[in-house]
């Protein structure tokens, strides 16, 4: 399957070059709008092969035979497909070499089928027959009581051509989609009055290996660009997590803040506007979050999944407060004015949740939300080092680190006393978490406390996200740095999420022993700062050597076997690409860069 995607079109097209098959189709907010597009011919036309493919564009060969013609194949089609400007355009050009015209008649059959992408990704669908009007040669429109959805059409779907020898003959149609939601959500109000200003990427220069690296970086970062009211925003993976995360733009910012200064503005701008100021189970919302995930189709805003906008990220909140102060520090005090409501509605959240020893914890109340809300969020991945699973409240050990990070956010924010508070509140935590979550026997943090403050002893990756804070004593993090690069953490091409050694290890699980780039690239800042270049330098490599089995696209996870015979085990969903997975990319290039000096 082919992606392709610019601004918010996404198109999905089979191998076959046709869009037809359980998950193509052309996507617009949350919405499938066409599921189906194959051309009819009046003559067969045989696939030859891909022609080439690009973030935003892609086309392919195919070949047939003159009525005329003894043997040999005389005519062929280019079929393109192509993202611009908020217009989809099907373009097929048409070559004759032999020696006598031919006519040839072309039409489109599309299926527009108007589905949820959570239709698409639960493989059940309703039937929407019944809203959506048709005017075939102009628009089609879809109308529920939540949206509307307008596909006007410019050209012709069928053409009838007399293709004369040597002459090329070129015939297109072009699909653009708009949409007016009538249900007004936190999310929906992004996309009405979109601002489509361009984005110069200024990309760092290097040279070999990295330099296809970077522009393969660049070119997906580009592609995962959303259009919203305040500017572009980065998605958070393709092709299901088209669309707005929390957590995942907040890792971004930390990966990549010095490179991309006004992609980090956006984020900590559009977090702050659909920031919680509201209670509602279920949504997990609370006064202060910080969202997890925002949709705007027609499950989301029905409520029929609670996603339309969901808050269900225990970590989205502090992170936010930590890119905050990092923005500050590399731009200026401003951004602190300009966010202000936000970042006291945050303290504010901060104060009220967290337990007597200072923990930020979760557990989920809406009745079909995450069970598990940190950025392992899958529901076996909390887990005892004996295979039983944690019980909530959770207590997260990277989401301490964060908490203490925005601690010190926030007394850089507020003057005197209130400066004051969040220094103490920071000290305070970094004792206790130093002395809770630490495992003597292991020389280890544990993955998280459980709800009766037993240590969750699974050797995980986790505790390498608290090396870029300073929540982790200094003696103990020499322990940390060795025991991630031993042999059952460090596969050779990343770091494990869960070390091979534990019950509930597998290679390919999703949380449970996988390797996710952007884990490692925490990881891999962390030990930088911290004086650690040697390893980090090793892991950016690994790191380096895995792009290059991916044709340079590291994808959001991959399997966690051991390096052995230079082989590696792609994960089968994975999103490619995924942001985070970029804003890796970005970061090791940073790091053996500067080690080549």
């Known amino acids: 399957m082919y992606t392709i995607k610019s601004g918010n079109i996404m198109v999905l097209i089979g191998d076959n070059g046709f869009i037809e098959g359980n998950t193509c189709g052309l996507y617009f907010m949350d919405t499938r709008i066409i599921g189906k597009m194959v051309p009819e011919l009046s003559l067969k036309f045989n696939l030859l092969s891909l022609g080439e493919y690009k973030t935003n564009s892609v086309f392919f060969w195919f070949i047939s035979k003159s009525p005329d013609s003894l043997h040999d194949m005389d005519l062929i089609l280019k079929l393109c497909y192509s993202i611009d400007k908020g217009k989809f355009t099907v373009k097929s050009e048409f070559f004759n070499y032999s020696k006598k015209e031919v006519r040839i008649f072309e039409s ?107 522009k393969k970086a660049s070119e997906d970062l580009e592609m995962l660009l959303l259009d919203t009211k305040y500017g572009k925003f980065p998605a958070a993976g393709l092709p299901w997590f088209a669309t707005i995360f929390g957590r995942d733009s907040l890792i971004f910012t930390l990966q990549t803040m010095d490179m991309f200064p006004e992609i980090s503005y956006n984020i900590l701008k559009v977090l702050a506007v659909t920031q919680s100021n509201f209670v509602d189970d279920q949504k997990d919302a609370l006064p202060g979050k910080i969202i997890h995930e925002i949709r705007v189709g027609e499950d989301a805003l029905s409520g029929k999944v609670p996603f339309s906008t969901y808050y269900g990220s225990i970590d989205a909140t502090p992170l936010f407060l930590m890119a905050v102060g990092k923005y500050s520090k590399l731009y200026g005090r401003s951004i602190f004015e300009e966010l202000k409501d936000s970042i006291e509605l945050s303290a504010h959240y901060i104060d009220e949740s967290v337990d007597s020893r200072g923990y930020l914890h979760y557990k989920s109340k809406a009745s079909n939300g995450l069970s598990n809300q940190g950025w392992k ?148 800042i962390g030990m930088n700062e911290r004086g650690f270049k040697k390893e980090a330098k090793k892991l950016s490599t690994s790191l380096l050597n895995a792009a290059q089995k991916f044709n340079w696209r590291l994808p959001e996870l991959f399997g966690g076997d051991e390096r052995k015979r230079n082989q590696i085990i792609p994960y089968p969903v994975a999103c490619s690409p995924q942001l985070w997975a970029v804003g890796a990319e970005f970061v090791i290039s940073k790091i053996l860069k500067e080690g080549s000096k």
């Open 377 to 524: 969020d899958s529901g076996d991945s909390i887990v005892f080092s004996n295979g039983n699973m944690a019980k909530p409240p959770v207590k997260l050990v990277e989401v301490q680190a964060y908490l203490y990070e925005a601690y010190k956010t926030l007394s850089q924010f507020y003057d005197n006393e209130r400066s004051q508070k969040y220094l103490l509140l920071a000290e305070t935590l970094k004792t206790n978490f130093n002395e809770d979550f630490w495992m003597e026997k292991e020389k280890f943090f544990a993955l998280a406390l459980d709800k009766d403050g037993r240590q969750v002893d699974s050797i995980t990756s986790n505790p390498g996200h608290c090396l870029m804070t300073g929540i982790i004593d200094d003696k103990k993090a020499k322990f940390i740095v060795d025991r991630l690069m031993k042999v059952d953490m460090f596969t050779g091409w990343g770091i494990r999420t869960m070390s091979s050694k534990m019950t509930a290890y597998n290679p390919i699980a999703y949380h449970n022993g996988s390797v996710w780039p952007h884990d490692t690239s925490i990881i891999i």
């Open 108 to 214: 489109f059959v599309i299926d527009y089928t108007f589905n949820d992408i959570f239709e698409i990704r639960s493989g059940k669908f309703e039937d929407k027959k019944n809203k959506i009007a048709k005017n075939q040669r102009e628009y089609v429109k879809y109308e529920s009581q939540n949206l509307a959805i307008e596909v006007k059409i410019d050209d012709l779907t069928s053409s009838e051509m007399n293709l004369k020898p040597q002459i090329p003959n070129t015939v297109q149609f072009s699909i653009t989609p708009s949409i007016h939601f009538k249900k007004q959500t936190k999310g929906t109000m992004l996309f009405d009055g979109i601002s489509n200003s361009k984005l110069n990427l200024n990309v760092p220069h290097v040279r070999g290996k990295l330099a296809e690296l970077v």
